[in-house]
C-alpha cells in the first residue's frame, strides 16, 4: 500500500507540475504575441505626414533661394571694381550679404513647420491592444501609449489570470486598424498581426522549451 500511495503522490505531483508548466507555457505565448504586435504598431508622426512634408519643402525651398539670391548678390559684389579702394579692401558702406543661419530659417520661413496636426499626441492605435478571455473586447480605449510600456504591463497582468485550454483573445477595435495591417502606414508596410502569425510556431516553440518539465 506504501508503495502504491507513494507511485500515486508522484504521479499527481508530476501532473501538478505539467500543468503548471503548461499554463506558464501558454501565458509566455500570449505575451509574446501581444508584445510583438503592440511592439510593431506605428505610432502617428505629424512630421512625416504628406500635407506637412510638402509645406516643409517649400518653406526650404523659399529659403534655399533667398541663400541662392545672396550668393548671387555677393558675387556681383565682389565683381565690381568700384567697391574696393586702392588697398583692395571694400569701400565704407559696402559689405556681403550674409546667408541665413540655421535659426533665420526656422524663424523666417518656418522649414520645420507643421501644418497639420499641431499638438498632436501619437500612440492612440497602439494603446488600443486588448486582451480577453473567451470573448474578444468590446469597443475602443482613450488610452494613446506612444511607447506601449502602459498596454503591456496591462496584457501582462491580465494574462497571469489565463490557464491552459481557454480561449484568449488580443484585439484592436479601432477603425483605422485594418488598413493599417494593410500597409497603411508607412512604418508597418507588412503589418503586425501578418508577421506575428508568421512568427507563431517559433514562439511556440521557444516557450515550451523555457517550461519543460
Given at each position: 500500500?506504501?508503495?502504491?500511495?507513494?507511485?500515486?503522490?508522484?504521479?499527481?505531483?508530476?501532473?501538478?507540475?505539467?500543468?503548471?508548466?503548461?499554463?506558464?507555457?501558454?501565458?509566455?505565448?500570449?505575451?509574446?504575441?501581444?508584445?510583438?504586435?503592440?511592439?510593431?504598431?506605428?505610432?502617428?508622426?505629424?512630421?512625416?505626414?504628406?500635407?506637412?512634408?510638402?509645406?516643409?519643402?517649400?518653406?526650404?525651398?523659399?529659403?534655399?533661394?533667398?541663400?541662392?539670391?545672396?550668393?548671387?548678390?555677393?558675387?556681383?559684389?565682389?565683381?565690381?571694381?568700384?567697391?574696393?579702394?586702392?588697398?583692395?579692401?571694400?569701400?565704407?558702406?559696402?559689405?556681403?550679404?550674409?546667408?541665413?543661419?540655421?535659426?533665420?530659417?526656422?524663424?523666417?520661413?518656418?522649414?520645420?513647420?507643421?501644418?497639420?496636426?499641431?499638438?498632436?499626441?501619437?500612440?492612440?492605435?497602439?494603446?488600443?491592444?486588448?486582451?480577453?478571455?473567451?470573448?474578444?473586447?468590446?469597443?475602443?480605449?482613450?488610452?494613446?501609449?506612444?511607447?506601449?510600456?502602459v498596454t503591456l504591463a496591462k496584457l501582462k497582468?491580465?494574462?497571469?489570470?489565463?490557464?491552459?485550454?481557454?480561449?484568449?483573445?488580443?484585439?484592436?477595435?479601432?477603425?483605422?486598424?485594418?488598413?493599417?495591417?494593410?500597409?497603411?502606414?508607412?512604418?508597418?508596410?507588412?503589418?503586425?498581426?501578418?508577421?506575428?502569425?508568421?512568427?507563431?510556431?517559433?514562439?511556440?516553440?521557444?516557450?515550451?522549451?523555457?517550461?519543460?518539465?
Open positions: 500500500m506504501s508503495r502504491q500511495g507513494s507511485f500515486a503522490l508522484d504521479v499527481r505531483v508530476f501532473a501538478e507540475q505539467a500543468q503548471a508548466a503548461l499554463n506558464t507555457t501558454v501565458r509566455e505565448i500570449i505575451i509574446e504575441l501581444g508584445s510583438s504586435v503592440i511592439r510593431m504598431s506605428p505610432v502617428g508622426n505629424p512630421e512625416i505626414w504628406a500635407a506637412n512634408v510638402a509645406f516643409r519643402d517649400q518653406a526650404r525651398a523659399s529659403a534655399d533661394e533667398y541663400d541662392f539670391k545672396v550668393a548671387v548678390r555677393n558675387t556681383l559684389t565682389n565683381l565690381t571694381e568700384s567697391n574696393f579702394n586702392r588697398n583692395g579692401k571694400f569701400k565704407r558702406g559696402v559689405k556681403l550679404a550674409k546667408p541665413l543661419t540655421k535659426a533665420e530659417r526656422e524663424q523666417n520661413f518656418n522649414v520645420n513647420g507643421l501644418v497639420s496636426g499641431r499638438g498632436y499626441v501619437g500612440g492612440r492605435f497602439r494603446g488600443n491592444w486588448q486582451f480577453s478571455i473567451q470573448t474578444p473586447a468590446q469597443g475602443t480605449l482613450d488610452q494613446p501609449d506612444p511607447a506601449g510600456n497582468l491580465q494574462v497571469e489570470q489565463m490557464t491552459a485550454g481557454q480561449v484568449a483573445f488580443i484585439v484592436n477595435n479601432l477603425p483605422y486598424a485594418i488598413p493599417l495591417e494593410y500597409g497603411h502606414s508607412t512604418q508597418a508596410p507588412n503589418g503586425m498581426v501578418r508577421i506575428t502569425v508568421e512568427r507563431f510556431q517559433q514562439i511556440v516553440d521557444a516557450a515550451a522549451r523555457n517550461n519543460q518539465v
